[in-house]
């Protein structure tokens, strides 16, 4: 089992930025092998894929509505996964998730085996 947890959510001004954390806990030791992913879900909208990292290919995937403004990067030594979001829109206001798993395509949730609680991001105009 592998225990996610995330922070560093809140509200920030269009144009702003935040950084988001994915703390894992649980089996650390190899938690390496998987592939972490950011997703995020607005009231009344599926969940949508905002960045993932594939350590086995040392590769990272974004979708065209954050590349350029989002980055993820993992810190293995402290078992946490980032998410560094700048040049926020109105439209990155979302519940973000972290994921974890060996998903076929890092694009779907439906690949990722667990899943932290979520936090808010409100981005005002």
């Known amino acids: 089992q592998v225990q996610l947890v995330e922070s560093g959510g809140g509200l920030v001004q269009a144009g702003g930025s935040l950084r988001l954390s994915c703390a894992a806990s649980?089996?650390?030791?190899?938690?390496?092998?998987?592939?972490m992913g950011w997703f995020r879900q607005a009231p009344g909208k599926e969940r949508e894929f905002v960045a993932a990292?594939?350590?086995?290919?040392?590769?990272?995937g974004y979708p065209d509505s954050v590349k350029g403004r989002f980055t993820i990067s993992r810190d293995n030594a402290n078992h946490t996964v980032y998410l560094q979001m700048n040049s926020l829109k109105p439209d990155d206001t979302a519940v973000y998730y972290c994921?974890?798993?060996?998903?076929?395509?890092?694009?779907?949730?439906?690949?990722?085996?667990?899943w932290g609680q979520g936090t808010q991001v409100t981005v005002s105009s």
């Open positions: 990292f594939r350590w086995s290919a040392r590769s990272t």
């Open positions: 994921a974890a798993g060996f998903p076929p395509d890092w694009s779907l949730p439906a690949g990722y085996n667990y």
């Open positions: 649980g089996r650390t030791l190899t938690s390496y092998l998987y592939t």
